[in-house]
């Protein structure tokens, strides 16, 4: 479903106003993701773990469609992102931790409603679509409640939804619990786990610091360590192995080796 080869991701990096003089022509830039390359299953559900700074973010966004790689390619269901990217997004839901992706001054189901008819939704079906996604999250009786007047927590359920205009073979969750309380995260992971993953050959990815939330959500882990993939692993054999998952993963943190067989 999703092939990754030798991806490396580089950013061009702002100089300091001495090297416009010394260096002008000079660029530097920062890599990323250096050498990545992965192959994900339909079904599987794959927790990305490391550290801030590991990659996990900016992989998720090349495979989302939202970044282009530098060099290496990947295909979605078969399409390449980079020729063919229309094709390769549109069972692709990416659902971001960014509050500034809606309109605050429009209720819940408004900033659906617009985001929906993006999607090509029209007419009944757009109302029933916005409808059946607000229910899914659980956010029927805050629909006509303004984005501003929202919690932290619901506003992660609205940043689903929409993530599921599409009804996507894909779903892609960057730190879907970040900012939320142990309540309000513990909601939010029922319903992916109990509603947005009833199709049990949806894939999801999820970029996540939290151990138990891996497994809770996943079967698998991707752990990523200064741009690069160190160990892709099931979770049950974590654990056969290394007891804990917090055990696997303060021994991948605190070592150079590579995990990957």
Same mark, same amino acid.
């Given at each position: 479903m999703i092939i990754a080869d030798n991806i490396f991701m580089q950013y061009p990096m702002p100089?300091?106003?001495?090297?416009?003089?010394?260096?002008p022509f000079r660029? =530097?830039?920062?890599?990323?993701?250096?050498?990545?390359?992965?192959?994900? /299953?339909?079904g599987d559900r794959i927790a990305f773990l490391g550290t801030n700074g590991a990659g996990k973010t900016t992989l998720l966004k090349i495979i989302g469609g939202l970044l282009y790689p530098t060099t290496g390619s990947l295909t979605v269901n078969g399409h390449d992102t980079k020729k063919e990217s229309l094709k390769a997004?549109?069972?692709?839901?990416?659902?971001?931790? /960014? /509050? @500034?992706s809606f309109y605050w001054r429009?209720?819940?189901?408004?900033?659906?409603l617009f985001f929906a008819s993006l999607d090509n939704f029209s007419g009944d079906?757009?109302?029933?679509?916005?409808?059946?996604?607000?229910?899914?999250?659980?956010l029927q009786e805050a629909k006509d409640k303004i984005f501003a007047g929202y919690s932290s927590g619901m506003k992660q359920k609205l940043a689903i939804a929409r993530g599921m205009?599409?009804?996507?073979?894909?779903?892609?969750?960057? /730190?879907?619990? @970040?900012?939320?309380?142990?309540?309000?995260?513990?909601?939010?992971?029922?319903?992916?786990?109990? @509603?947005? =993953?009833?199709?049990?050959?949806?894939?999801?990815?999820?970029?996540? =610091?939290?151990?138990?939330?891996a497994q809770r959500?996943?079967?698998?882990?991707?752990?990523?360590?200064?741009g690069a993939i160190?160990?892709?692993?099931?979770?049950?054999?974590i654990i056969d192995k290394y007891k804990t998952l917090e055990n696997y993963y303060k021994l991948i943190i605190n070592s150079d080796k590579n995990f990957e067989s």
């Open positions: 100089k300091k106003y001495i090297e416009y003089i010394t260096s660029s =530097h830039k920062f890599t990323a993701l250096k050498g990545v390359s992965l192959n994900i /299953e339909a997004k549109k069972k692709v839901g990416f659902v971001l931790n /960014e /509050e @500034r429009l209720t819940g189901r408004q900033n659906l079906g757009l109302h029933k679509k916005v409808d059946d996604l607000m229910d899914l999250v659980g205009i599409s009804s996507p073979d894909i779903l892609i969750l960057d /730190e879907p619990t @970040r900012t939320l309380d142990p309540i309000s995260a513990d909601d939010i992971a029922s319903i992916i786990s109990k @509603r947005v =993953h009833v199709n049990k050959d949806r894939t999801l990815l999820i970029a996540t =610091h939290s151990l138990a939330e959500l996943c079967d698998k882990v991707c752990f990523m360590k200064k160190v160990d892709f692993s099931s979770i049950s054999d």
